[in-house]
């Protein structure tokens, strides 16, 4: 018997119990309490380094003109001087589409460049977006080239994760940002050679 878009009780994969359901299984994504999403928060701790063949002279023009050079950073849709120094951060979501997890990150933060130290740093300023970020990003000099090495560490908040991922979201969306910043020191390095 069909009434109003309901199809007859079936058995559905996803929670292996009998269901009259709209639309199928994926009607139940946004009634079921395992698929509830609720705001967390996620910690990001990253520290990754690249040899750049070139002398550390050419490579700190990355600090001299840090602004384009934050702007390589994959998934950044919009970068904002809120102040001398000051940016406030917006990417393009991040996630899964099929976990249902779709993060929009925005946070701000103030830099300082140490150019005699090869040291590019940035602390974040407080009631600007979704999250807190800190890092710094360090020249050193190897022989003919450079290290470029890139510290970040903060906190993801009102992430918004089902309940049934939660214990598989943290290290997916460290893992994703993890490769975000390997793809900005590939384009960095790629930029100076």
């Not at 395992?34 to 750049?52: A, H, T």
């Not at 993060?103 to 933060?109: L, N, Q």
């Not at 080239?145 to 939660?166: A, H, I, N, Q, W």
Request: glycine share 6%; charged share 25%.
């Amino acid at each position: 018997m069909q009434r109003a878009g309901l199809t007859e009780p079936t058995r559905c994969p996803t929670l292996a119990a009998k269901v009259a359901v709209r639309g199928g299984c994926q009607a139940l994504r946004h009634t079921h309490p395992w698929f509830k999403q609720n705001g967390m928060k996620v910690n990001i701790q990253i520290s990754r380094s690249l040899d750049v063949d070139a002398p550390i002279e050419r490579v700190r023009t990355l600090l001299d003109d840090y602004e384009n050079t934050i702007r390589r950073f994959p998934k950044l849709r919009k970068l904002t001087a809120l102040e001398p120094n000051a940016y406030l951060w917006e990417m393009a979501p991040i996630g899964s589409r099929t976990a249902g997890i779709s993060h929009e990150v925005r946070y701000a933060a103030r830099y300082t460049v140490k150019p005699e130290q090869g040291l590019l740093e940035w602390t974040p300023l407080p009631k600007h977006g979704n999250a807190t970020i800190e890092g710094r990003m360090q020249l050193a000099s190897r022989g003919q080239g450079t290290r470029l090495s890139f510290d970040v560490k903060g906190e993801l908040r009102d992430v918004p994760v089902p309940l049934m991922y939660r214990l598989v979201a943290p290290p997916f969306i460290q893992g994703t940002f993890t490769r975000l910043v390997d793809i900005f020191l590939e384009q960095t390095r790629d930029a100076l050679i």
